[in-house]
């Protein structure tokens, strides 16, 4: 029975109004046998580093990217309960990255470009699931380890929202990221910002009030959309082990 790694950040799991979490897309496919490492919070570091520790053998890797910007986060505070830390984003370090390769967006491409690298260095197959992140599609060319079989969870269960590699939950709406930008006396810079929490926020909006897909967590898929992702991945885990559908 073909052995599949299960890899990410909370939306690997399917989580009620009481932050309980179950397993996700993986326990609603038979026929293979899922393991699941994902933790919610995690990086894409993270990520690549449990897939690097990991001591299970697979023959095939399910990452869901995250939002590439956790790279520079670090997590204040005694527990993991959303009311009793708050994650701080490493402004200085992440922006001389930016001011060096010419603006954010280019920073993220290459940053994920090379987190893909180093995925698709692994020489197994690899395929990235667009979380809360989308998976820039382009990034992947050359890489014959990986493929995106869903790029965005979030544009297959809300036809017509656009998604993007930025998440505003933890971090582009902050108050203190905020004051970080206008203190920069950069207008490009507060221009981007103003671009991307808009971007964000169209697509979070959309999150909160869908009754179907992302109700009551608001914040992730639940069961219906677990199983939406199930529906589209199985028939093409059977084609990759060709295996006749049971």
Known sequence: MPRILIEGDSWAYVWDNHNVSTPGFYSMISGFDFHCTAK?????????????????????????????????????????????????????????????????DQYMHLCLRSYFEQLNSLGKPVWLI???????????????????????????????????IYQDTHQWQSREYADWVIA?????????????????R???????????YFF?????PNLQGHRKIAEALEPLLRQHFDQTVI
């Open 216 to 220: 009551p967590d608001k914040w992730h």
């Open 202 to 212: 169209d697509k979070i909006d959309r999150w909160q009030y869908d009754k179907v």
């Open 130 to 164: 667009g979380g809360c992140s989308l998976v820039p599609l382009a990034l992947l060319e050359g890489l014959d380890n990986l493929r995106s079989p869903i790029a965005s969870v979030v544009e297959l269960l809300l036809p017509g929202c656009k998604d993007c």
């Open 40 to 104: 919610a919070g995690s990086s894409n570091a993270q990520i690549l580093q449990r897939i690097r520790d990991s001591h299970e053998s697979w023959d095939l890797c399910i990452v869901i990217l995250t939002e590439q910007i956790r790279d520079w986060l670090t997590i204040e505070g005694t527990t993991k309960i959303w009311n009793t830390y708050r994650m701080v984003l490493d402004l200085d370090s992440l922006m001389s990255g930016v001011k060096n390769s010419g603006g954010l």
């Open 184 to 200: 920069q006396h950069d207008i490009s810079l507060i221009k981007e910002w103003y671009r991307i929490t808009a971007e964000t």
